[in-house]
């Protein structure tokens, strides 16, 4: 072939395509009608599709066979996409414009997202249930509390769109339940709530409760309380902040038990002063702080009596050490000017008396205070403050 035809051939061919495509431009437009129809009555069937999906996918909690659902939406829903993508290819053919099906892709989205949810539901149940077969004394609930936690860590981590949906609501309430449930049974195993809360249990709910060797989560977690959740919810929670004021009390009369004066020897006399302690103080205050956090409790009805005996004990504590302190720098100052210069008693002779008469006085203070290492047994002798500011007014 010369180059001289090749004009000639490609103006032969641009002419053929020309007559080919009038030729087709009708059989073309009848394709474009007849996609165009399928895109609209396939638009119609994503529609009714989304609405069935959303009455018949496993959205509630309650869903019998989940994964059965999941099933049968997936299979008609590939149908479908395939039906889809063969729309897309024809339109990509023939230049035409589709919808975009979103109504189809959420339905994939969702299906997809609910498999993942109802996967940690399956999980979650399944740990649950071999917990509910534990024997009552073989609980660990600090390991059953942390694969809880992993639990609401993992669930909160899911997709954020299916947060509206019922099955994540009850998977989501099912974990922080038992985590409220393990709480409780933690403080009963931990002699938390004592006989006074179950008789109060008892009386509130009507239940009686038999604890044995054979008693299982199971059969805490069934039994009928849940008819009375204000009712056991007061109690329990009664019961929680009881033991943590019987354990500021338990702590407190510890710490008081052990807690002893120091003295050291007066330079010139010898005689036991009172040494400053920092840490008794300091934990005097804290002590009395907390005494006063308990007396504000709506729960202190039953340690209101030892929680003010030690209210008592303490504020008298505070108030002997305090006016004891300033006594003592009182008579170290006297102690100075009058016994050790003769000049200054010939000149004052009758404050030197009054000084002598403070001096025995506090001496024997003094020493009757040594022999009572205790601080609050010290400090809380019959007319000791009395005496103390007897002095001081002098």
């Known amino acids: 072939m010369c180059l001289e035809e090749l004009p000639e051939k490609w103006n032969n061919v641009k002419k053929l395509a020309i007559t080919v495509k009038q030729h087709v431009a009708p059989l073309q437009a009848n394709e474009v009608t007849v996609l165009r129809r399928k895109c609209a009555v396939f638009d119609v069937e994503q529609h009714k599709f ?9 959205f509630r909690f309650d869903a019998a066979n989940p994964y059965q659902m999941l099933d049968v939406a997936h299979t008609e829903l590939r149908q479908m996409e395939i039906t889809m993508a063969s729309i897309y290819e024809s339109a990509d053919l023939f230049e035409v414009n589709v919808p975009d099906y979103k109504q189809l892709k959420q339905c994939r989205k969702e299906v997809c997202i609910l498999k993942e949810l109802w996967d940690m539901i399956s999980i979650v149940n399944s740990s649950m249930n071999d917990w509910e077969a534990t024997k009552w004394k073989d609980i660990n609930v600090e390991n059953m509390e942390l694969e809880c936690k992993k639990f609401a860590k993992d669930i909160r981590n899911l997709d954020k769109e299916m947060r ?4 994540f609501s009850g998977l989501d309430n099912r974990v922080k339940n038992i985590l409220t449930s393990l709480r409780a049974v933690s403080e009963l195993q931990n002699s938390a709530i004592r006989d006074r809360h179950w008789n109060q249990l008892m009386q509130a709910t009507g239940v009686q409760f038999t604890m044995d060797a054979d ?6 977690l069934k039994l ?5 959740e204000d009712e056991v919810r007061s109690i329990v929670d009664k019961a929680v902040k009881e033991m943590s004021m019987e354990k500021v009390v338990k702590e407190l009369k510890a710490t008081w038990a052990s807690m002893e004066f120091q003295y ?3 330079p010139h006399t010898n005689i036991p002063l009172l040494k400053s302690d920092e840490e008794l103080i300091e934990t005097l205050e804290d002590n009395q702080v907390q005494l006063q956090n308990l007396m ?11 929680v003010s005996f030690w209210q008592r004990k303490l504020s008298i504590a505070d108030s002997v050490i305090s006016i004891w302190f300033e006594v003592q720098r009182t008579w170290s100052h006297l102690e100075s000017i009058f016994i050790g210069s003769e000049d200054i008693r010939s000149q004052l002779p009758e404050d030197s008396k009054r000084f002598e008469g403070i001096d025995v006085d506090f001496k024997e203070l003094v020493y009757d205070a040594e022999k009572t ?3 609050v047994e010290a400090t809380n002798k019959p007319g000791l403050y ?3 500011e007897d002095i001081q007014n002098r």
């Open 264 to 266: 050291e020897p007066h």
């Open 164 to 167: 509206a949906w019922d099955a």
């Open 386 to 388: 009395e005496q103390l």
């Open 50 to 58: 989304r609405e069935r999906f959303h009455k018949e996918a496993p």
């Open 224 to 228: 009928n309380l849940h008819n009375f």
């Open 215 to 220: 008693t299982t989560l199971a059969d805490l």
């Open 296 to 306: 504000t409790s709506k729960h202190v009805a039953f340690f209101l009596e030892e």
């Open 373 to 375: 290492p205790n601080v």
